[in-house]
């Protein structure tokens, strides 16, 4: 066996894996690449982790524990409180609220995993308290985080434009973020009026009523794509909290929002480093003591630091040995340039319902592209990008993905959660057609 073939052997074996065993694939896939790179390849432990993405790493680090902040002193909370009681109860319009605010959230930095765990408990209360179908929330919660995930100060974002910048194509952070906003949002809406939404806007009233109190049935909700990691117990039990109460921002949170309203001004308008601006910005609240920074760093998302920073050094050992050209060819075997879109947004969903997007997904198939576009001679690259973005995020509602077990674990009292579970399920594996037929349609046929 060729060491490039061993390379990808290493690859696809830290993606099956991801999809059956809880074990963060970025420690596995760093051990496989040290095995394969220094004892059946000859290289220097430090030729192999010279793959690690250092900036990479500081970003994420940076960006996660100043919204990590943001979190534990109660400002995003506020302003997700004080968001949906400008619904005023109004049962049709609070899933499009919840939409909108949960995308918001995601996009101005905490990322989607951040925005669902905010947003679920909230959204699910309120969906029990107003009569509003439990999975029609959490298709509008879900969708929303997905919509706002590659904002380009989210992390997903961070991670998407910087490979997209190593394998050579031009910087395209707007246009990757719109067209997946714009995915994202068509989905949910449609699926906001298939599942009963026009009927709530078309009744047009405002209801008052208490949530149930019965006891719900219990489902174990399964610990893929680390959702472990961000306490779906607490958050379950978070939602049964009143969601409209709110009170005035303190001192601590005004401050927390000027340091946020600034890394947005700086980011988009001054071109600065995102993530030593928001270490710098981290900083500044934990002297001012606006926040608990061991809570905070608690917070921290580190299973997905690991994951994404581990698995980008296993591609870019394939990129030395010759295994990203095996690769390539493989799915450039799959497709032609009319299909191409379509095919990496099946693949692409295709592992993502079982794995992590942001974490293994996208940093392992984003860097296909250009091998892609060379061995079916011809194509879109970007186009490819969107389709394999949109493709991996829209399976993200299924329940084996954090974003769906989060909504399942937030589902009010009284809610059937065997039900919910298969009905997530059920979404999630659609769309990966849904996807295929989006990216064809719209990054094929009408690019």
């Not at 496989?32 to 970003?59: C, D, S």
């Not at 809406?189 to 009744?203: E, V």
């Not at 186009?383 to 399976?395: K, N, P, R, T």
Request: net charge positive; hydrophobic share 55%.
């Amino acid at each position: 066996m060729t060491l490039a073939t061993l390379s990808v052997a290493a690859l696809v074996l830290a993606l099956i894996v991801s999809c059956i065993s809880p074990i963060n694939i970025g420690v596995l896939a760093l051990v496989l690449a040290w095995l394969v790179g220094v004892y059946a390849g000859g290289m220097r432990v430090e030729q192999v982790l010279a793959g690690f993405p250092v900036p990479l790493f500081v970003t994420l680090v940076g960006i996660t524990l100043l919204f990590a902040q943001a979190q534990t002193n109660g400002t995003l909370d506020g302003i997700a409180r004080r968001a949906v009681r400008l619904c005023r109860g109004n049962a049709g319009v609070i899933p499009m609220m919840v939409f909108v605010l949960t995308a918001a959230l995601s996009s101005v930095g905490p990322g989607n995993i951040a925005a669902t765990a905010l947003m679920a408990p909230l959204g699910m209360a309120a969906a029990g308290r107003y009569g509003i179908p439990p999975f029609l929330m959490a298709i509008m919660i879900a969708n929303g985080a997905s919509a706002g995930s590659v904002s380009p100060i989210a992390p997903t974002g961070i991670i998407v434009n910087g490979i997209v910048a190593r394998i050579g194509l031009p910087d395209a952070r707007w246009s990757i973020y719109g067209n997946n906003f714009l995915a994202h949002a068509a989905v949910a809406f449609g699926g906001y009026l298939l599942l009963g939404g026009w009927r709530l806007l078309r009744n047009a009233r405002t209801v008052s009523t208490s949530a149930p109190h019965a006891t719900r049935d219990h489902v174990r909700v399964p610990a893929y794509a680390g959702a472990t990691s961000v306490g779906l117990p607490e958050i379950g039990a978070a939602a049964a909290s009143e969601p409209d109460a709110a009170s005035a921002f303190d001192s601590k949170q005004w401050l927390t929002l000027v340091v946020i309203g600034a890394l947005i001004i700086g980011a988009i308008v001054f071109n600065v480093n995102v993530g030593m601006a928001a270490l710098g910005g981290a900083l500044i609240l934990t002297l001012a003591r606006a926040a608990n920074e061991s809570a905070a760093m608690k917070a921290v998302p580190w299973s997905v630091i690991v994951m994404v920073t581990g698995v980008t050094v296993l591609v870019s050992l394939l990129e030395k040995t010759g295994g990203m050209d095996l690769f390539t060819a493989f799915l450039g075997r799959l497709s032609t340039p009319a299909t191409v879109t379509a095919v990496t947004a099946f693949f692409t969903g295709l592992v993502s319902i079982y794995s992590s997007t942001t974490g293994v997904v996208l940093p392992a198939m984003l860097p296909t592209v250009p091998g892609i576009v060379q061995h079916i001679g011809g194509g879109n690259a970007m186009a490819i990008v969107w389709s394999m973005i949109v493709g991996g995020h829209l399976v993200d509602v299924s329940p084996l993905s954090t974003l769906g077990a989060l909504c399942l674990a937030a589902a009010p009292p009284g809610t059937d959660t065997r039900r919910l579970f298969n009905q997530l399920m059920a979404w999630g594996v659609s769309m990966t057609i849904v996807a295929a037929v989006v990216c064809w349609v719209f990054f094929g046929l009408l690019e």
